[in-house]
């Protein structure tokens, strides 16, 4: 909000740069304008009418600029934060709806023991990062399978995958799939963590996805 003091200068300059346009800068800056005087009483300025006036108008274009820097600065945090905003919202839609993978015919419950058919199943453990809280945490014990191909996984999947930047492997889900000049990738998230993983995961990069998770 522009105080009342700032607006005033506003029209009086708005008003001025129009005169200047049409040649008739000084002589008839008096009788069109004469809140001006009372104005330079106002701010108690000893300039003459015409430095005053350049005065405001030097102000008017400083203040206009500053103000074209800030709306620029809002409109892009207003598309950087639209497009993260959307990015969020589709992980929140598929964080509860992995692939199924395993039928329930290949699970087999005895009083002694539970039995799996699942083919090169191999176990993951997890840190304490909590980037997945709370549909897993450290305690847990995770059931992975080394995927087929890239068509074998899908949005809404938990893949183990060996990230480049943070140089380990990290565990975390898929909210976007797509293509590039690279081939096919996937883009993941921690369902607990703000903001997207900074890597596009490469299918040579995936160790495998997730099949289950034992509490």
């Not at 800056?29 to 003459?48: A, F, I, R, W």
């Not at 797509?178 to 490469?202: M, S, Y």
Request: include cysteine; charge should be negative.
């Amino acid at each position: 909000m522009i105080n009342r003091p700032i607006a005033t200068v506003i029209l009086i300059v708005s008003a001025l740069i129009l005169f200047l346009e049409i040649s008739i800068f000084v002589s008839v800056l008096p009788s069109k304008l004469p809140e001006l005087g009372d104005y330079k009483k106002q701010v108690n300025s000893t300039l003459s009418d015409k430095e005053f006036v350049e005065q405001l108008i030097s102000q008017n274009i400083a203040y206009k600029t500053r103000i074209d820097e800030i709306e620029s600065k809002l409109a892009d945090q207003e598309l950087l934060l639209g497009y993260m905003s959307a990015r969020l919202n589709m992980s929140l839609a598929v964080e509860t709806n992995p692939f199924r993978r395993i039928s329930k015919e290949d699970i087999r419950v005895y009083n002694d023991r539970v039995i799996i058919y699942v083919n090169k199943a191999f176990t993951a453990c997890f840190s304490d990062s909590k980037s997945m809280y709370p549909f897993i945490n450290e305690e847990v014990y995770a059931l992975e399978v080394p995927p087929e191909d890239a068509s074998k996984l899908n949005i809404g999947d938990v893949i183990g995958y060996d990230s480049k930047t943070f140089n380990t492997t990290i565990i975390h889900r898929i909210i976007e799939i797509g293509e590039d000049e690279g081939g096919w990738f996937a883009i993941t998230k921690g369902d607990n963590n703000p903001v997207l993983d900074p890597d596009k995961v490469r299918f040579e990069d995936v160790k495998g996805v997730l099949v289950g998770l034992i509490y």
